[in-house]
């Protein structure tokens, strides 16, 4: 079974090697590199084995990009510090979805309204959408990225319609499809990143239920989700035309 690496980062100034990965079930850290290949040079190499392999990469790359720590600790907020975040980010707030559905939503009356009549309720009065409107309203950035599958589950439809709301209070609402995602090589992650500095990962159950929110503020670990909402946001569509093609599929 192939590793679940996570990519993360490079000082290549192209975008290629060299880099280092993290093996997500293992903890190994891969490093990538050019390959040392004089016989000279191998024979200085203590400990080398016959099934080593030895790449050269610059001192910088492990310093950016290595982990700091054996087992880093995380930091967990509650849910209401969590809310405050959403009122206090300076410039910038942006969200990746990347599950097939959310506990919360199939809680929720607009959800069963939506199954009835295909069509998502929009509450332009609700707490969410009036902060956000005042977020947006200051010239400050809100955007998020959707991953669907194909075809897309019940949930995913869900908030492809509410989508409507979320963009009508200023947010910039994207999607695109899982085998893009992974193409993109996006993560299997959702996270909120506020201010380019502080980024809050949002964990769940398996019954995709919200759990609790871990916060990384480590300037290496927020440029590598930095440089993921690059990747989606280039990668990915507006909501509309991406239920425009669905439609068309239909």
């Excluded at 100034?13 to 190994?28: F, I, Q, R």
């Excluded at 087992?71 to 707030?93: C, M, N, Q, W, Y």
Aim: proline fraction near 6%; glycine fraction near 6%.
């Amino acid at each position: 079974m192939a590793r679940r690496l996570r990519f993360n980062g490079t000082d290549s100034k192209n975008g290629g090697c060299p880099a280092v990965h993290e093996d997500l079930d293992s903890g190994e850290i891969i490093v990538q590199g050019t390959p040392l290949t004089d016989p000279d040079d191998l024979s200085r190499l203590q400990h080398f084995g016959p099934g080593d392999a030895a790449v050269a990469v610059p001192r910088e790359l492990l310093v950016n990009h290595g982990p700091k720590e054996i087992e880093r600790v995380p930091k967990v907020i509650d849910l209401e510090e969590f809310g405050r975040l959403f009122e206090t980010f300076e410039h910038s707030a942006w969200h990746l979805e990347t599950r097939r559905g959310y506990a919360s939503d199939r809680e929720d009356t607009a959800y069963a309204e939506f199954v009835t009549t295909g069509m998502a309720p929009c509450d332009p009065d609700s707490e969410w959408c009036v902060n956000i409107r005042q977020q947006t309203s200051r010239g400050k950035s809100v955007g998020r990225v959707r991953v669907v599958d194909n075809p897309p589950t019940e949930g995913q439809l869900f908030l492809l319609s509410y989508a409507r709301c979320n963009a009508a209070t200023g947010e910039d609402v994207r999607n695109l499809y899982r085998e893009d995602a992974e193409r993109a090589h996006l993560p299997a992650e959702d996270f909120w990143i506020f201010d380019s500095r502080l980024v809050a990962v949002l964990r769940f159950d398996d019954a995709d239920v919200f759990n609790d929110v871990e916060i990384i503020t480590e300037p290496s670990e927020v440029l590598r989700y930095c440089q993921v909402r690059d990747a989606a946001v280039h990668a990915s569509i507006p909501y509309d035309q991406f239920a425009a093609q669905l439609d068309s599929k239909g």
